[in-house]
């Protein structure tokens, strides 16, 4: 029986101060280091010895995986990183104020934007500053990879190769593996993980900092659960729905 954890990074910047992040590159709060460093202290405390990492390129989950890792005396393992572990790209929401967009926009779209399944966002145009293929992170990427706004099913779809390619066979020759990404390519990877129907996902949260354990044999999932009592999940649930 092998393990993977999925953990979502702790709170950052932008989710203190209401803003739509997605692809922008902004740092962990200080309340998100504590987070990253309280999930490493529940994954040691676990007993879990993982073989390797993976993230996304923005620098929120790679400083949570270096957190985690360091409070488990892991910084030796390899850790992987790629873009296709991102959150959701937010278009031209991101760096925008989530409560002016609800003023301006009603809440019902904006919560179509952030959470429905198949609702992209307003487009960042291609002359924009923010839009990624202006980041040297991307430049290898092909024009068609670089998006200008996701919806969920889009991050799905280029999250699963990734899942496929890089994350699953190790976990298939028996190694535990700890994948530290965002809300919205971790859902995906729920989604995918447990079979939720695409008219349901819209209810799933995924809590910063509490780390969701997989029990697998090969490709097959055995057994789920958060390193969090109730009443601790319940409180991080509530915290999820409001800092994507």
Request: glycine residues 6%; charged residues 30%.
């Amino acid at each position: 029986m092998t393990r993977l954890a999925l953990l979502r990074h702790g709170r950052s910047e932008w989710n203190e101060s209401g803003r739509f992040t997605g692809w922008t590159d902004i740092d962990l709060s200080e309340a998100g280091r504590k987070e990253a460093y309280d999930a490493g202290e529940r994954l040691r405390d676990e007993g879990i010895m993982f073989d390797l990492a993976f993230t996304s390129v923005l620098k929120r989950a790679i400083r949570t995986a270096w957190i985690a890792m360091d409070v488990m005396d892991l910084m030796w393992i390899p850790l992987s990183r790629s873009w296709r572990l991102n959150e959701k790209h937010y278009g031209s929401l991101q760096g925008l104020s989530k409560a002016e967009m609800v003023e301006e926009h009603g809440a019902e779209q904006v919560h179509a934007w952030r959470r429905e399944y198949d609702v992209r966002p307003p487009p960042l145009e291609l002359s924009d500053p923010r839009h990624p293929r202006n980041d040297p992170r991307y430049r290898d990427l092909r024009p068609d990879e670089v998006p200008s706004t996701e919806s969920l099913h889009d991050t799905l779809n280029r999250a699963l190769p990734y899942w496929f390619d890089e994350i699953l066979p190790p976990l298939r020759q028996g190694k535990n593996v700890l994948v530290a990404a965002h809300g919205n390519s971790l859902r995906a990877l729920v989604k995918h993980l447990d079979g939720i129907r695409d008219d349901e996902i819209a209810g799933l949260n995924i809590p910063t900092g509490i780390p969701l354990i997989y029990e697998m044999d090969g490709d097959v999932v055995k057994e789920r659960y958060y390193l969090a009592s109730g009443d601790e999940l319940s409180k991080a649930e509530k915290r999820a729905s409001a800092v994507r």
